[in-house]
């Protein structure tokens, strides 16, 4: 059976994040939804000139730059359901935006609050977003997404990849980053930077060698060499933070190996903060 499944990229600005339109030509579910509500616009319009009908947002992981544009696509696409892989999932995604609440950061995005007696008109995420019955997606009309989240702590504390058949394609979610800085900020320890290292010498020797496209969670797509290039990626930030005796010679010693990455004003600058400040606790 031909399902002709096929996908396209939407790119953010913010954050270099991507979001991906599968379509078999009948129906459509959207994979990651971008950093704010502007962009979001954006990819609702672009998702809505291919006049096919919207079933799932699929968010892989609760970090805001993948769900923050959720809010606008369900006012664009009212009966679209909105899924991820667990409840852990989900718990993520309301804790972290609990915690943006709490310091401030949704203030420009009043619709992503969690809805509360003090924000009566905020975001019902326990209602809103519902945890997949089994790890696949089927697309009205044929053809299947294959999902995976049962990893080790990582990028995130819970991250979902998706592969599809039909594309010979590797969704990898935030496991890959390609010439964007990886996030190693909050969140991300060395158990967390051990667990991922590991994940991807795993897909490695899965995937060596084979023709299976792997489009990364930022940036663009790839091929299998995207695993060696992104755990070549965290060594050398390893290494650097082991050897940097100030955050700013950290930043300068990554920019010059990789100097045309991009977000090193936020996610790089993030990641190396944490990490000095980690080592310097331990000091
Ligand atoms: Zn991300």
């Given at each position: 059976?031909?399902?002709?499944?096929?996908?396209?990229?939407?790119?953010?600005?913010?954050?270099?994040?991507?979001?991906?339109?599968?379509?078999?030509?009948e129906s459509m579910?959207?994979?990651?939804?971008?950093?704010?509500?502007?962009?979001?616009?954006?990819?609702?319009?672009?998702?809505?000139?291919?006049?096919l009908p919207l079933t799932?947002?699929?968010?892989?992981?609760?970090?805001?730059?993948?769900?923050?544009?959720?809010?606008?696509?369900?006012?664009?696409?009212?009966?679209?359901?909105?899924?991820?892989?667990?409840?852990?999932?989900?718990?993520?995604?309301?804790?972290?935006?609990?915690?943006?609440?709490?310091?401030?950061?949704?203030?420009?995005?009043?619709?992503?609050?969690?809805?509360?007696?003090?924000?009566?008109?905020?975001?019902?995420?326990?209602?809103?977003?519902?945890?997949?019955?089994?790890?696949?997606?089927?697309?009205d009309?044929?053809?299947?997404?294959?999902?995976?989240?049962?990893?080790?702590?990582?990028?995130?504390?819970?991250?979902?990849?998706?592969?599809?058949?039909?594309?010979?394609?590797?969704?990898?979610?935030?496991?890959?980053?390609?010439?964007?800085?990886?996030?190693?900020?909050?969140?991300?320890?060395?158990?967390?930077?051990?667990?991922?290292?590991?994940?991807?010498?795993?897909?490695?020797?899965?995937?060596?060698?084979?023709?299976?496209?792997?489009?990364?969670?930022?940036?663009?797509?790839?091929?299998?060499?995207?695993?060696?290039?992104?755990?070549?990626?965290?060594?050398?930030?390893?290494?650097?933070?082991?050897?940097?005796?100030?955050?700013?010679?950290?930043?300068?010693?990554?920019?010059?190996?990789?100097?045309?990455?991009?977000?090193?004003?936020?996610?790089?600058?993030?990641?190396?903060?944490?990490?000095?400040?980690?080592?310097?606790?331990?000091?």
């Amino acid at each position: 059976m031909e399902n002709n499944v096929t996908v396209e990229v939407f790119k953010g600005k913010e954050a270099s994040v991507n979001s991906y339109l599968f379509s078999n030509g009948e129906s459509m579910i959207v994979m990651d939804v971008l950093r704010n509500s502007k962009e979001a616009e954006e990819l609702a319009a672009f998702i809505k000139a291919k006049a096919l009908p919207l079933t799932h947002i699929l968010i892989t992981h609760g970090h805001p730059d993948h769900y923050i544009g959720m809010h606008c696509l369900k006012q664009h696409f009212p009966v679209v359901r909105i899924v991820v892989a667990s409840e852990a999932i989900k718990q993520d995604i309301i804790g972290f935006s609990t915690w943006m609440e709490s310091i401030g950061w949704l203030d420009g995005e009043p619709a992503l609050k969690p809805k509360s007696d003090q924000h009566p008109d905020g975001f019902d995420y326990e209602r809103e977003i519902a945890v997949l019955e089994e790890p696949k997606i089927t697309l009205d009309g044929g053809g299947t997404l294959e999902i995976k989240s049962d990893y080790n702590g990582a990028e995130a504390e819970h991250l979902t990849t998706v592969y599809s058949q039909d594309l010979n394609a590797l969704f990898t979610s935030d496991f890959c980053y390609n010439e964007a800085h990886p996030w190693l900020g909050q969140g991300v320890d060395a158990a967390h930077i051990a667990n991922w290292k590991a994940e991807l010498k795993r897909f490695k020797a899965a995937h060596e060698g084979s023709d299976m496209a792997v489009y990364p969670g930022h940036g663009d797509r790839s091929d299998f060499t995207l695993f060696d290039k992104v755990l070549s990626y965290i060594e050398d930030f390893e290494r650097v933070i082991e050897n940097a005796t100030t955050e700013e010679e950290a930043m300068t010693a990554i920019q010059e190996l990789y100097p045309s990455w991009e977000q090193a004003d936020f996610l790089l600058l993030n990641s190396v903060n944490y990490h000095m400040g980690l080592k310097q606790a331990h000091a």
